[in-house]
């Protein structure tokens, strides 16, 4: 079987921000790392929850990436179904085509 690296994205309400950073860094057996930054939800499908919210007229929002094997985002994905049930958390996953760190002592120029 070959690698078919992807990019899970999921987008959670501002305020299950630690409890999903948390859970993340126990699932060491799929997780190794992840990526966070604030977001802003916009649309008809988005709740704004709070009155600062809605004077805003967008959600305060929490986008997290995680660059894993698809077999294994399909796996978490069971798991954050289970652990957050009824949080309306967005998710979708895009292939990773090319997944490395520069300056990393593994990194190989190409000649």
């Known amino acids: 079987m070959t690698s078919e690296p992807v990019c899970l994205m999921l987008i ?22 992840f990526t966070a930054s604030d977001g802003a939800g916009h649309g008809p499908a988005v709740r704004l929850e709070s009155t600062a919210e809605q004077v805003k007229g967008h959600a305060d929002e929490v986008l997290v990436r995680i660059i894993l094997e698809k077999q ?6 069971a798991r954050i179904r289970t ?24 990194d190989k120029a190409v000649e």
């Open 83 to 106: 652990a957050f049930a009824g949080t309306r958390l967005v998710y979708w996953i895009v292939p990773v085509t090319e997944f490395g760190v520069i300056g990393d002592a593994e």
């Open 12 to 33: 959670a309400a501002r305020n299950l921000r630690e409890e999903l950073f948390d859970y993340l860094s126990e699932q060491r057996d799929l997780v190794s790392g």
């Open 72 to 77: 294994d985002a399909a796996q978490l994905l």
